[in-house]
């Protein structure tokens, strides 16, 4: 499994947009070993936490429910109580 710690994953290929990206990192989770680099010590602000969260939640209830990335999902009504509001 490899992770990509990036400032900027736009693109659809995870491997382009790190090179295309200001700094990053791509290391294998087993191993701890780094593929390629740049920058890796540089300073940035993140790119998008929600991103990040949204596909470790997918990827933690394929593992948990024994389902793949093709299978469609309904999201309950309930889901979206205040996702509308915006208190700012």
Sequence with gaps: MLIVF???LASATVLHS???AEAYVIVDAQTGYI???QAPRKK???GS???IATATVVLDWIEQKSRNLDQTVAI???AFVG???NPI
Aim: aromatic content about 4%; overall charge negative.
């Design 6 to 8: 990036s400032a900027a």
């Design 18 to 20: 790190a090179i295309a």
């Design 35 to 37: 593929f390629e680099q």
């Design 44 to 46: 940035l602000q993140v």
């Design 49 to 51: 936490l929600t991103k």
């Design 76 to 78: 309950p009504q309930e």
């Design 83 to 85: 996702a509308l509001e």
